[in-house]
């Protein structure tokens, strides 16, 4: 808990909003006790439940620097202590005399005024969440801390009440704004929660403490959205050099093997971050439906490439007068029927322009699979389905019928033009 217990306004011994006066005055009971070798005691140190100080002059000078500006003050008052009223005297004497912690939580509470944030009500919002994050140590009731820190951000996110908690500890300084101290504040607040609850995802955790905050809430989720599309473009690319990597050179049979395993692995990684992007903005919206696009298209390469290796080295076998009986006994193509068959499950009612071709490559593919599966062996000339023209391979016409000489070919284009030129005087 390191943001308030290395507080500078606890390190001197104040609150927040205390005086110049005050803060010299504690700066010099701090120096007397040093210059005797001991470590002065002081109300505001809240020693228990926040572990001991151990000051020295040099980290006493250094916190002047730590308050200098209007946005240092507010910054470090927000997770400290203010006393702006009479509520929140008598709270801080139980908490600072007494050290008793419930107490001192009931009587702010009091001062919270059912924790609308007001005039009268936010130095005591303030104190009660502060002391709330204090007490999860003890407690562990990750509600009521998540509870704390929203209603502890109600005030700085509302600029009537920061103007208000900026006359409180920083009067004298200069104006400053909503969006200058939440994007200070927001970073602390971030490593505080990942210190008091590692086990949970602080990013999600703010999402969820934020929920109803109309100022904050908004640009957590488009900063969320952000990440989410930059992991999902990251894994993108790795299948695309990968994919890539592997169909380098000339054909292999582990082609047809190995890359739709690439594709099946980049749509298990996707989907943590596909759900997200779809609980904020749903499965309509245009960023979910431009990232199905860039996946199911990268999916696509993963199947019809790898495949058209092999009907390229089919028809060139041919052309060359070679055997493809090895090449097709080798040849397994249900890798990338299962990729499509997961695909097109995956698509479900989703549209968007990719679709139709995966549902066509499938169909085309899972074809030629069977024929190659099936008794007597197939034809060397598989009959292909319409692929993306950027990736259709290509095909060796059927062989002429054998028997049939140069001069038989001649006789019948005659006959058919004789036949044409009838018609046409009828």
């Not at 505001?44 to 980290?59: G, H, N």
């Not at 250094?62 to 009479?86: P, Y």
């Not at 999902?232 to 990597?245: C, H, M, P, S």
Request: overall charge neutral.
């Amino acid at each position: 808990m390191k943001l308030i217990e290395n507080n500078p306004f606890r390190i001197l011994g104040v609150k927040a909003n205390a005086t110049p006066s005050e803060i010299r005055q504690q700066g010099n009971l701090i120096s007397q006790y040093l210059k005797i070798g001991q470590s002065a005691k002081l109300d505001f140190d809240i020693t228990p439940p926040l572990s001991p100080l151990e000051r020295t002059s040099q980290l006493i000078e250094l916190q002047g620097s730590r308050i200098h500006s209007t946005e240092d003050k507010i910054l470090h008052s927000l997770f400290w202590f203010v006393q702006d009223s009479g509520v929140d005297k008598i709270a801080l004497s139980h908490l600072t005399k007494s050290k008793d912690i419930e107490k001192a939580l009931a009587d702010f509470e009091k001062g919270c005024r059912g924790f609308a944030v007001g005039p009268d009500s936010f130095s005591a919002i303030l104190n009660h969440s502060t002391l709330e994050i204090i007490a999860y140590v003890q407690h562990k009731d990750l509600g009521r801390l998540k509870t704390a820190i929203a209603h502890k951000f109600s005030i700085v996110s509302n600029a009537e009440t920061l103007a208000l908690l900026k006359k409180l500890v920083a009067p004298d300084g200069l104006s400053t704004s909503v969006s200058k101290i939440l994007e200070l504040a927001m970073p602390r607040l971030q490593e505080l929660l990942a210190e008091l609850v590692p086990s949970k995802n602080s990013d999600k955790l703010m999402l969820k403490i934020f929920k109803s905050n109309s100022v904050i809430y908004p640009e957590l989720r488009n900063d969320a959205i952000e990440a989410k599309v930059k992991k999902i473009n990251r894994l993108i690319d790795r299948t695309d050099a990968e994919r890539e990597k592997a169909l380098e050179g000339g054909y292999s049979s582990s082609m047809l093997v190995d890359v739709p395993v690439l594709g099946g692995l980049l749509m298990d990684e996707v989907k943590a971050p596909l759900k997200e992007i779809d609980s904020f903005l749903g499965k309509g919206d245009p960023v979910y439906a431009d990232m199905m696009e860039k996946i199911y298209t990268e999916v696509n390469y993963c199947g019809v490439l790898p495949f058209n290796k092999f009907i390229e080295k089919l028809n060139s076998n041919s052309n060359a007068g070679l055997s493809n009986g090895a090449l097709k006994s080798s040849a397994d193509l249900s890798g990338i029927v299962r990729l499509y068959n997961r695909a097109t499950t995956d698509l479900g009612s989703i549209t968007i322009p990719i679709k139709v071709t995966i549902f066509r490559n499938r169909d085309g593919i899972k074809e030629t699979h069977e024929e190659l599966r099936s008794t007597p062996a197939p034809r060397v000339n598989l009959e292909r389905p319409l692929y993306r023209p950027q990736y259709r391979p290509q095909y060796t016409p059927p062989p002429e019928p054998e028997g049939m000489s140069g001069l038989t070919k001649l006789v019948i284009a005659i006959v058919i033009f004789f036949v044409i030129c009838l018609a046409m005087c009828d």
